[in-house]
């Protein structure tokens, strides 16, 4: 593995405690300020500013626990400067949970992976 894809993996897992813990504005760093993000049900947030508002949301619902991202593969382009990872995710509420397939477009911004999109399909619940 590369150090690259060591970084993102690593990246990966610190968003899944940011997010087990309901911090959404320690999330903010990890998104590129145009970042875009199609939520599961296809709904489209445009901007790091309302991911992490989306985030927030969320964390405020008494049933919510959490969304855990799960790379399968993490693909760096040649140059290092992006890379697409894929995997498997799953969102935890006290009264159930669903599942399905992501893919992310990381990027690489003054020497920092951050997310520059992510696409998140529900297949399970």
Known sequence: MTAAEDAIRARRRLTNKLIASHEAGRLRPFFAADARLIAGDGGLILGAEQIVAAFDGQFRDPDFIDYVRTPATVEVDAAGERAAETGRWM???????????????????????????????????
């Open 91 to 125: 969102a935890h509420w006290k009264s159930g949970e669903m599942s399905g397939s992501y893919m992310a477009c990381w990027r690489r911004q003054t020497g920092q992976w951050v997310i520059e999109s992510e696409l998140f399909v529900t297949l399970g619940s």
